[in-house]
């Protein structure tokens, strides 16, 4: 996307947020982290993972600082989570569990957005939904 920021988005099912074990279990400033990491996966290159490459995780200290928060925080909120079996933590960084099946509707719909291969772009253009066909 040469001089143009990437617009994305991830998937939050209002009924777990606001009544599901991340609201009752979490302190406010955990939630936040909870939800901050939440984007880091989404915009990572693997989606549903916060690691540099497929191989290699982040810093602590690099994900405390990306979120501004203090590392007791990030890493009080990590094993509150991976408790709730929220993210799974290894060698290759942090993984958000469940993403696909949080995300799959974004992701199913994801070949709609943009014209695939061979097929004529102006096609979305003329639809209901045209205007917002990436271009």
């Not at 009924?15 to 990491?37: A, H, M, N, Q, W």
């Not at 990572?44 to 979120?67: C, F, N, R």
């Not at 719909?109 to 639809?127: A, D, F, I, S, W």
Request: with cysteine.
């Amino acid at each position: 996307m040469s001089g143009q920021a990437r617009m994305s988005w991830i998937k939050l099912w209002i009924d777990d947020c606001l009544e599901g074990p991340i609201r009752f279990k979490l302190t406010p400033d955990e939630r936040s982290v909870y939800y901050e990491l939440e984007l880091m996966a989404g915009k990572s290159e693997t989606p549903g993972y916060i690691t540099q490459d497929e191989q290699t995780p982040y810093p602590s200290q690099y994900i405390a600082g990306v979120l501004n928060i203090s590392l007791e925080l990030l890493e009080r909120s990590l094993a509150k989570l991976q408790q709730l079996n929220k993210i799974a933590l290894n060698d290759g960084g942090i993984r958000m569990l469940d993403w696909d099946k949080h995300q799959s509707e974004y992701q199913r719909q994801k070949k709609y957005r943009t014209p695939q291969p061979g097929q004529n772009p102006e096609k979305y253009k003329r639809g209901k939904y045209g205007h917002l066909v990436q271009h």
